[in-house]
């Protein structure tokens, strides 16, 4: 099921690390990263799971009391834009699958963008996702909701409670930050916004502010753009990413054969920029297109598109129909 891969630039740079995995081998303790101090992440994580309820909390309020500024929706909106597509753009079909070349510099605005949607430092994000696709739905796949799940409908509710979120505070499956992500280790760029994390977190709240003041023009309106860019964001940022690990694994058709549980969730393909094309990207992982056909909505793949028509992307890759025919399942439902 790793052959298509195996050709593809991603398993390049998993075979230039020095023991990187075999297709088909067992996790071993090199594949994962240890925790320095657990607890600390474990309580920075409570803290940015559970910031953005209180934030919804307070909006409400704000909604009953009449209090929406036209300002509020548009910091939400330019936020929800920058931050999802650096992650969908950026994190994801760039630096952990390399589907796209670009300079320097469109990579460090990547890397900062996505840093701002607060989901951890670009590094740590793809070592973990390139686990996640090394061992899918296996032994060692950080965030499954099949591996170890118990039956019945309390099983199927834990799995998919861990895929989604649970698994952020379990540090047993982490991908190895030397054997998962060696490129962006020694890519001088990455690296630097990777070590700098927390500075990009806290100055895209402080952005979230400043736009607010700026299209509102009152302290109020900064304040009221912190909540909608930056507590509402991330909430709708955080789960919409979180349901790919968790509903595309469960719910929804299977076109391809992978081997895996991997699924496409139509109804989730226009809020996650076409990221819920979610067994279309295990069956061609470094593809840069998610969504096959003007049926499939993918934001992401015009978006590398509209960057490589003006001279921003280059080697962008795509998959040959014929390719994609060969490895369509016998039968094409779930
Ligand atoms: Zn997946
Ligand atoms: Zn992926």
Not at 120 to 136: C, E, L, M, N, T
Not at 150 to 157: C, F, H, P, Y
Not at 196 to 222: E, K, R
Not at 226 to 242: D, E, P, Q, S
């Amino acid at each position: 099921m790793y052959d298509e891969r195996r050709s593809q630039p991603v398993q390049a740079t998993l075979a230039s690390a020095p023991s990187a995995p075999g297709v088909g081998e067992r996790v071993g303790p090199a594949d994962i990263q240890p925790a320095s101090n657990e607890s600390l992440y474990r309580t920075i994580t409570g803290i940015v799971t559970v910031a953005p309820f209180v934030g919804l909390g307070l909006a409400a309020w704000q909604l009953w009391d009449g209090l929406l500024h036209p300002s509020d929706l548009i910091v939400f909106a330019i936020m929800y834009l920058l931050t999802g597509l650096a992650i969908t753009v950026g994190f994801h079909r760039l630096f952990t699958h390399r589907s796209f070349k670009t300079y320097p510099a469109v990579r460090g605005i990547l890397a900062v963008l996505g840093s701002v949607a607060i989901e951890g430092p670009v590094i740590s994000w793809v070592a973990d996702h390139r686990k996640h696709h090394a061992f899918s739905d296996r032994h060692g796949d950080p965030h499954s909701p099949h591996v170890d799940a118990a039956d019945g409908l309390r099983g199927v509710l834990r799995g998919l409670g861990h895929a989604h979120v649970g698994w952020l505070f379990i540090h047993t499956q982490r991908g190895s930050h030397e054997r998962y992500a060696a490129d962006l280790i020694a890519d001088p760029v990455v690296s630097f916004v990777s070590r700098t994390f927390l500075v990009w977190a806290i100055g895209g709240l402080a952005l979230c502010f400043g736009l607010g003041y700026a299209i509102g023009g009152t302290v109020d309106a900064g304040l009221t753009g912190l909540l909608w860019g930056g507590a509402i964001r991330m909430l709708v940022v955080h789960h919409v990413t979180y349901s790919i690990n968790s509903l595309c694994h469960f719910f929804g058709r299977k076109p391809f054969d992978t081997g895996d549980e991997s699924r496409n969730l139509a109804w989730l393909a226009l809020p996650t920029f076409g990221e819920a094309w979610h067994n279309n990207h295990h069956a061609f992982p470094t593809s840069a297109a998610h969504g096959f056909g003007w049926r499939q909505p993918d934001v992401s793949g015009l978006v590398i598109r509209a960057m490589a028509a003006v001279g921003l992307a280059w080697d962008v890759v795509y998959v040959p129909a014929e390719r994609m025919r060969a490895k369509l399942q016998v039968q094409t439902s779930a």
